[in-house]
């Protein structure tokens, strides 16, 4: 399994800082998601949640030039 870019700035957080609560996250790439099933991946909605259970209201901007934003809570059944 890859290490995705969200886990490896949530894991430097967390061993730099000892923080584990995520406000907010916002997630580039090349072409607008057609969905809900883009970044992060499941992998990482999966580990930002058993980080910290409040990471579920984190704000996560699925689309930048929609200023689309959803909480972790809401992506994670998909
Ligand atoms: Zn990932």
Do not use: H, W
């Not at 579920?56 to 689309?68: A, C, G, Q, R």
């Amino acid at each position: 399994m890859d290490l995705c870019a969200e886990r490896v700035a949530a894991l430097n957080m967390y061993m730099n800082s000892g923080q584990s609560k995520i406000n907010r996250l916002i997630v580039f790439r090349n072409e607008r998601p057609k969905d809900l099933g883009g970044m992060p991946c499941g992998a990482c909605r999966e580990f930002l949640m058993q980080l910290n259970i409040e990471n579920e209201n984190m704000e996560i901007m699925v689309d930048y030039d929609l200023k689309k934003i959803i909480t972790l809570k809401e992506l994670l059944p998909n």
